[in-house]
């Protein structure tokens, strides 16, 4: 977010106003962003704790296979043995079937992220929620489709509001009347837009 951008918004309101409202909004944007980031790395470590453990297990189901084929070979005749087998084979595959989709749903969350940010989505939930699920080969396949619905839904006519630079809300309220102890036109009817349930107003019945 650029400040010349925000102080042209806000340019009708007093500079010294004008420059602390901007102050304001620019250091809770860096707040925000820094977080993103940090987010983001701590999902990028994750991803690699993970791979090193899907390494690790690798190893260790080779070993296993080895361990399993042996006792097949050396015991060909013991039903009770191969049923063991058989349930160890099964909770090997199913702990690696676990571990790789924990992987990919790390890596996949990161990707999310980043291209949130990168179409400056201004509600990364509702956004994402408008993405049917789809099909993808391996991660950077997801990344390529990813990008293309999030540029689809940026550019079409009845979604494209939902990216961009987030628009201030202005709650400045002015005096009038020269009179710094009677609240002006503005100043009122400034307050009544900011009231959540707020009386009908009446221009007429101001003295």
Avoid at 3 to 16: C, N, P, Q, T
Avoid at 76 to 88: C, F, N, S
Avoid at 127 to 137: H, R
Avoid at 167 to 184: F, H, R
């Amino acid at each position: 977010m650029k400040r010349e951008f925000l102080e042209g918004l806000l340019k009708d309101i007093k500079e010294e106003d004008r420059k602390a409202i901007v102050d304001k909004i620019m250091a809770e944007n860096g707040t925000d962003i820094n977080a993103a980031k940090g987010d983001t790395k701590k999902l990028e470590d994750e991803v690699k704790t993970l791979k090193g453990e899907k390494k690790n297990l690798e190893g260790q189901l080779t070993t296993a296979n080895g361990t399993i084929e042996d006792l097949k070979k050396g015991n060909p005749d013991v039903e009770a043995l191969q049923t063991k087998i058989k349930e160890h084979e099964a909770t090997i595959a199913k702990q690696k079937q676990e571990h790789e989709a924990e992987v990919t749903k790390l890596a996949r969350e990161a990707i999310n992220t980043e291209l949130v940010g990168k179409y400056k989505a201004k509600n990364a939930k509702a956004v994402m929620a408008l993405i049917d699920a789809f099909e993808a080969k391996d991660n950077e396949d997801y990344k390529t489709l990813l990008d293309a619905k999030l540029k689809a839904l940026s550019e079409a006519d009845d979604t494209k509001f939902m990216f961009g630079e987030a628009q201030i809300k202005q709650n400045y309220n002015p005096n009038g009347g020269g009179n710094p102890g009677k609240e002006g036109l503005g100043a009122s009817m400034a307050a009544q837009r900011n009231t959540t349930q707020a009386p009908a107003f009446d221009p007429w019945a101001i003295k």
